[in-house]
């Protein structure tokens, strides 16, 4: 059995840092859509429906390295509940950034819209055209996307207070050139 590691591994540190941008710019331009009738919505959904399929795609990828490859060990000074949160809140992220672009594909689905990512390259339906479905869905997708950016700000106040207030090497083990630089120092 080999020793466990202190840093998250280098695929999942990609995906991560990849993932996170994407994902605050996917939560912004949804706001914007929401909050625009301007001829900048068609651009904002143009550039929403493929970035929503490209995090569906990145976020499968993610989950099967993190079965395949285990999270560093948390301090063993943390207290149980505060190892609890961040199991949970964990999980609750990767079931968020898959439920968000299902639930919209889905929506434009029941809405009988095509989901065209790129020219040529269109999604099939995964549900039935149906109005109340829509409408549901729609729903469920806003409040789904209030929680996604609620749980990405705890995400990183709980990475700052690892990295500024315990200084334990949580963050490091994400972010390695944190690492580096305290060697330096």
Same mark, same amino acid.
């Given at each position: ?11 999942? /540190?990609?995906? @991560? ?51 395949? @490859? ?14 609890? =949160?961040?199991? =949970? ?48 869905? /729609?729903? =469920? @997708? ?37 690492? /580096? ?5």
């Amino acid at each position: 059995m080999s020793r466990p590691t202190l840093r998250f591994h280098p695929s999942a /540190r990609l995906l @991560h840092w990849l993932m996170a941008p994407l994902v605050l710019a996917m939560l912004f331009i949804g706001i914007g859509m929401l909050s625009t009738t301007s001829s900048a919505y068609a651009l904002l959904l143009a550039i929403h429906k493929p970035l929503g399929a490209t995090i569906l795609a990145l976020v499968l990828v993610r989950i099967v390295v993190r079965l395949r @490859h285990r999270a560093p060990p948390l301090p063993a000074d943390l207290p149980r509940v505060q190892r609890s =949160a961040a199991t =949970a809140s964990h999980w609750l992220l990767y079931a968020l950034m898959l439920l968000m672009p299902l639930s919209g594909w889905a929506m434009l689905s029941a809405a009988g819209y095509p989901v065209v990512l790129f020219t040529g390259i269109q999604l099939r339906p995964i549900a039935p055209h149906d109005a109340a479905l829509f409408a549901w869905l /729609r729903g =469920a @997708h806003h409040w789904l996307a209030l929680l996604l950016f609620a749980t990405f700000l705890l995400h990183l106040a709980a990475a700052l207070f690892h990295g500024l207030v315990r200084r334990d090497g949580v963050l490091a083990s994400m972010a390695p050139w944190l690492r /580096r630089r305290r060697r330096r120092d």
